[in-house]
């Protein structure tokens, strides 16, 4: 069946970086794009950028521009995203989605979410 | 930045039917998706480009589009229902993802 598997919960120190990953199964990676989306706790969701796995163009929230890369590894049907500078505000529940078909960037929703990924950020 | 705007909370009864607006300058020109939440889950696409609905989605739920308003409509609301809906579009370049700052809806 479709879906997307990240990776475990992380700790971190402020001012470190985190990568999450998310491998995708069930479909055929480099035909839909990537959203990572986030959740701080008890609020809403936040979009923080997409990926296409097809060519690696990407879209970033201006919020997190220069402090945020996406990235994909299509031998592995993987997608990740970093952040840097960590901050406690950074703590949150990271997600990603399938979003789109590409090349066409032909958009039908995010319909198939990860299970997310927890962050804590905390000295 | 730009911003959809959502009303915090919504209530209806069972078997009523609870209407959740989201506002934005773009959504003329841009689609609209919607997402239901139940608490400790992930996000689940029920409507997709203003008004289709993703197979699997019960024909409760439909959307709908008028300015720069979109409308998410639960016919026949149920207990199952209760949830946090978003919606979410893109900014007026279509490059920007944005989400609303989500719905409660209450069933009373």
């Known amino acids: 069946q479709v879906q997307l598997v990240q990776s475990g919960a992380e700790v971190k120190k402020p001012g470190a970086s985190v990568k999450v990953s998310c491998k995708a199964s069930g479909y055929t990676f480099t035909s839909y794009g990537v959203s990572w989306v986030r959740q701080a706790p008890g609020q809403g969701l936040e979009w923080m950028g997409w990926?296409?796995?097809?060519?690696?163009?990407?879209n970033y929230a201006q919020k997190f521009q220069g402090r945020v890369t996406m990235t994909t590894d299509t031998s592995t049907s993987t997608a990740y995203m970093e952040l840097r500078s960590l901050r406690s505000d950074d703590t949150a529940l990271y997600y990603c989605?399938?979003?789109?078909?590409?090349?066409?960037?032909?958009?039908?929703?995010?319909?198939?979410w990860g299970q997310g990924t927890t962050v804590t950020v905390s000295s | 930045s730009y911003e959809l705007t959502q009303p915090l909370s919504v209530s209806v009864s069972p078997g009523q039917t609870a209407r959740i607006t989201c506002s934005g300058d773009a959504l003329p020109k841009q689609y609209a998706y919607w997402y239901q939440q139940r608490p400790g889950q992930a996000p689940v696409l029920v409507i997709y480009k203003d008004s289709e609905r993703p197979s699997g989605i019960p024909e409760r739920f439909s959307g709908s589009s008028s300015g720069t308003t979109v409308t998410l409509t639960i016919s026949g609301v149920q207990a199952v229902d209760e949830a946090d809906y978003y919606c979410q579009s893109t900014d007026s370049s279509g490059t920007s993802g944005v989400f609303g700052g989500g719905t409660k809806l209450i069933v009373l």
């Open positions: 989605a399938r979003d789109g078909v590409v090349p066409a960037r032909m958009f039908f929703g995010m319909d198939v």
């Open positions: 990926i296409s796995p097809y060519n690696g163009n990407t």
